[in-house]
Each structure stands twice: as structure tokens, then as C-alpha cells.
């Protein structure tokens, strides 16, 4: 969309005020940038939005930050990446060591060693649902090629999980195993619809 | 532990998933291999993640501070910044091959062995904490919260603590 291109220095108090702001992990700070960027300054529609964020899911890293790198460079060129990083994540890093630092203070008292005890199993159960959220797209975006490609896709879930647990073998492994099933059989399926449709 | 070796492990991590939490897996892995960290470092360290601003992925920021302080937090921002920085190569790579099978397939394959390790690492951290009624309700009340969408991330964790504290 692109309206018109704010000055640098604009474009870092925003992306700024978003590193201070986000208190609440990655979904706070999607909705924020999606807010500030969308809704309130018109650089980008919700289409180039959304496949911004899809290219994102598929880059190596935190997609957040891939995501700021890209809308970055789309407003205001490279200088645009710089500030739109640095804005963001200057301050909320600082903000976090900041509180691991108050943490590591008083982390050995009673009261707060009983909190971790439940501190800790809400924070797995909040990882669950990430990782529910995560699967269930992977298993949704598999229907489009029928059954077969649910089954794999459940199997290659639960086989690696097994995988890590009984071998303990180095994790780039499994996933690398995985993605090359995955692939070869995706090729197969093209392969015999292809021919299927030549038939 | 050597700085540069954490460095790289970070950076590793990093380069081998796709979202904020997806260098779990592996950082647990090499990490606790060498007794650099424990279980308890990984469980604070993502609870801080989810609290503070910025994405779920700083969690790493906070595991470096406890590591080594100021200097692991550094060195652990630095190795999360490089490997997004291949957004602006996929980019353009991305939109001609998205729908190639094999390009589409082997994404998919390593983000769903990504969850599945992901979902083991989760157990070890709850049985860090020990497996039992209190944890595993706290857990369950904890998604029931989340699915509500009535409280924030950082109402859930701090009604874990209270929970945690009462019971």
C-alpha cells in the first residue's frame, strides 16, 4: 500500500514505543504491530500483511523479527530494517534482562520457589497451546491432499517426539529425517497426480 | 562456559527453527548436554519470555542472563537477530517455489518434528516440577485460561504463581 513513507525518525518512535509497549510475548506483540503498521498508518494492507507473516513462518529464527525486518525494508528501505529492529528489540530485551535480573534477586526465597512450582506448569501448559496451535495448522494445511497426507503428517508429529525420547539424538537430526520424509512423500503424491491428470 | 561456544549454540538453534519458542528443543538439548543449564534455567527463563515485551523469542535473552549475565544476554540478542535476516533472501525466493511439493513438504515435515520434540521438551520441564495432581491441574487451568481469551499471558502466569503458593 505504501500511502506515503514516514520520516526515519518517525518510523523509529513507533517501532520504539512498540519495543516498550508489548508486555505479553509475541501475540501482544503481533497485534501491536499489526495495529501500528495497518490499522493506524495505512504502510501496508491486511492481504500484504498476512503474507508477510506467511513468508515469516518459514524463515530460520523468531518470525516476529523477520517479520520487523521486512516491514522495515518495505517502508523505509535498509535504514528502515535498522531503526525497525533496534526500536523494537532494544528496549524489550533490556526490559527482559531487566526483570531476569530482579528474578535472579530473589528467586532463592520460600514464597518465590512455591510460586515457581506454579509458575512453571502454567507456562508448559501455555506451551501446549503453542504447540497445539502449530500442529493443528500443520495437520489443517495437510486435508488440501487428502487423507494420506493427514496420516503422515500425525506420524511424523508423534515419530520424531518418540524418536527424541528413546535415542536422545542431536534435535537437527529428527527434524531434518522429518523434513526429507515429508518432502519425498509430497514429491510422490505430485508425482501420481500429475500422471493421473496425463492419464 | 565459553562464550563463543554458547554464542554458536544459540546461533544454531536458531538457524534450525522457525518460531519463538522453536529453538527450545534444541538449546535443551546442547545445553544441558554440556551442564551449562538445567531445567529450572529453561523454566524461568521461558516464563520471563512470555512476561516481557517483544517476542516470545527473547526468552533466549533472559536464558543467556542467567547463564552468564549481561554478556550471555548480548551475545544470546545478537545470535537471534542473524538468522531472520534470510526473510529478505526468502522473500523473493518464496513466492517462486512456495507451491513446489518438495519445498512445501519439507517445511511442513521439519515444522511438525519441531512440535513433536517441542511437546517432549514440555514434559521434562513439567516433571522438572514433578509430575502430580497440583502441576498437571495448573497446567490444564492454565489452557482452559488461555482458550478463554479472558486473561492475558501475564494474568495466567501470575495466577500460576498464586496457585503454586496456596496450594
Known amino acids: 500500500m505504501n500511502v506515503e513513507n514516514p520520516s526515519i525518525l518517525r518510523f523509529a518512535w513507533i517501532w520504539l514505543s512498540l519495543g ?10 503481533l497485534t501491536l504491530i499489526h495495529r501500528a503498521v495497518v490499522e493506524q498508518n495505512n504502510w ?19 518470525n516476529l523479527i523477520a517479520l520487523t525486518y521486512l516491514i522495515g525494508k518495505r517502508v523505509c528501505g535498509v535504514p528502515g530494517i535498522i531503526v525497525a529492529a533496534a526500536g523494537l528489540l532494544v528496549p524489550a530485551a533490556t526490559i527482559t534482562v531487566l526483570i531476569t535480573a530482579l528474578y535472579a534477586q530473589i528467586k532463592h526465597t520460600p514464597l518465590v520457589q512455591q510460586a515457581l512450582r506454579g509458575i512453571i506448569p502454567a507456562t508448559v501448559g501455555l506451551g501446549f497451546i503453542s504447540a497445539f496451535q502449530m500442529a493443528k495448522s500443520l495437520i489443517n494445511s495437510d486435508t488440501a491432499h487428502g487423507p494420506g497426507n493427514i496420516i503422515i503428517g500425525m506420524a511424523l508429529l ?27 512423500y509430497h514429491h510422490l503424491v505430485a508425482r501420481s497426480e500429475n500422471g493421473s491428470v496425463t492419464e | 562456559m565459553n562464550p563463543l561456544l554458547f554464542f554458536a549454540i544459540a546461533l544454531k538453534a536458531s538457524l534450525l527453527s522457525t518460531s519463538g519458542f522453536g529453538n527450545v528443543p534444541s538449546l535443551h ?18 516464563a520471563v519470555g512470555q512476561i516481557s515485551p517483544g517476542p516470545n523469542g527473547l526468552w533466549v535473552v533472559s536464558l543467556g ?17 542473524i538468522p531472520p535476516i534470510l526473510v529478505l533472501l526468502l522473500e523473493n525466493l518464496y513466492r517462486q517455489v512456495k507451491h513446489h511439493p518438495v519445498v512445501e513438504g519439507f517445511i ?60
Open chain 1, 20 to 29: 516498550f509497549q508489548s508486555f505479553g510475548g509475541g501475540t501482544a506483540t
Open chain 2, 29 to 46: 538439548h546442547d545445553l544441558l548436554a554440556g551442564h551449562w543449564a538445567t531445567e529450572t534455567d529453561f523454566g524461568e527463563a521461558m
Open chain 1, 44 to 62: 501496508l494492507t491486511d492481504e500484504e500483511f498476512a503474507n508477510d507473516w506467511a513468508i515469516c513462518q518459514i524463515t530460520p529464527g523468531i
Open chain 1, 158 to 184: 508423534v515419530l520424531s517426539g518418540l524418536a527424541f525420547t528413546i535415542w536422545h539424538p542431536e534435535v537437527v537430526v529428527v527434524i531434518l529425517v522429518a523434513g526429507a520424509i515429508c518432502a519425498l
Open chain 2, 65 to 81: 542472563y542467567l547463564m552468564d549475565g549481561w554478556r550471555g544476554s548480548l551475545l544470546a540478542l545478537v545470535a537471534i537477530t
Open chain 2, 108 to 167: 511442513r515435515g521439519l515444522s511438525l518434528a519441531v512440535v513433536g520434540v517441542f511437546v517432549v521438551v514440555l514434559f521434562g520441564l513439567l516433571n522438572r516440577v514433578g509430575i502430580d495432581l497440583k502441576s498437571v491441574g495448573i497446567s490444564l487451568g492454565a489452557m482452559v485460561l488461555w482458550a478463554s481469551r479472558r486473561v492475558p499471558v501475564v494474568g495466567i502466569l501470575i495466577l500460576g504463581g498464586g496457585a503454586g503458593i496456596l496450594f
